[in-house]
C-alpha cells in the first residue's frame, strides 16, 4: 500500500531549528511531487513547501528563506528543514504526494497523522 510517515516534530524556542522526515512505503517517490503542509487549531491547511521530481521547489513567502525541502531518492524521503522558527509556524505538519506541485490540492493523497511542531516563546 502507498503511505507516507511524517516525523521530526517536537517543541522548540523560537529561533530554533526542526528537520521533519516523509518516508515514503509503497511506491518509489522519485516520479512524483511531494508537499509539506501545516494546519493549525481552526485555521484551513496551507502548503507549505513542495519538491518535484526533477528537483524544482516552491515555498510560501511566510516560509521562504527559513525553510529548505529536500529528497533523497536512495532512502525514499522527503525533508523539510526548518529554521528561524517562529510561533506562528505551530501546527500539525502533514506530507502528500501528487504527480507535480502544480497539482491541485485535492489531487494530493496519502496524507499520513502528520507530526506536531510547537514553537514557544
Known amino acids: 500500500q502507498v503511505q507516507l510517515v511524517e516525523s521530526g516534530g517536537g517543541l522548540v524556542q523560537v529561533g530554533g531549528s526542526l528537520r521533519l522526515s516523509c518516508a515514503a512505503s509503497?511506491?518509489?517517490?522519485?516520479?512524483?511531487?511531494i508537499g509539506w503542509f501545516r494546519q493549525a487549531p481552526g485555521k484551513e491547511r496551507e502548503g507549505v513547501s513542495c519538491?518535484?521530481?526533477?528537483?524544482?521547489?516552491h515555498y510560501v513567502p511566510s516560509v521562504k528563506d527559513r525553510f529548505t525541502i529536500s529528497r533523497d531518492n536512495a532512502k525514499n524521503t522527503v525533508y523539510l528543514q526548518m529554521s528561524s522558527l517562529k510561533p506562528e509556524d505551530t501546527a500539525v505538519y502533514y506530507c502528500?504526494?501528487?504527480?507535480?506541485?502544480?497539482?491541485?490540492?485535492?489531487?494530493?493523497?496519502?496524507w499520513g497523522q502528520g507530526t506536531q511542531v510547537t514553537v514557544s516563546s
Open positions: 502528500a504526494q501528487s504527480s507535480r506541485c502544480d497539482s491541485a490540492y485535492d489531487d494530493f493523497s496519502s
Open positions: 509503497g511506491f518509489t517517490l522519485d516520479y512524483y511531487g
Open positions: 519538491i518535484n521530481s526533477d528537483g524544482s521547489t
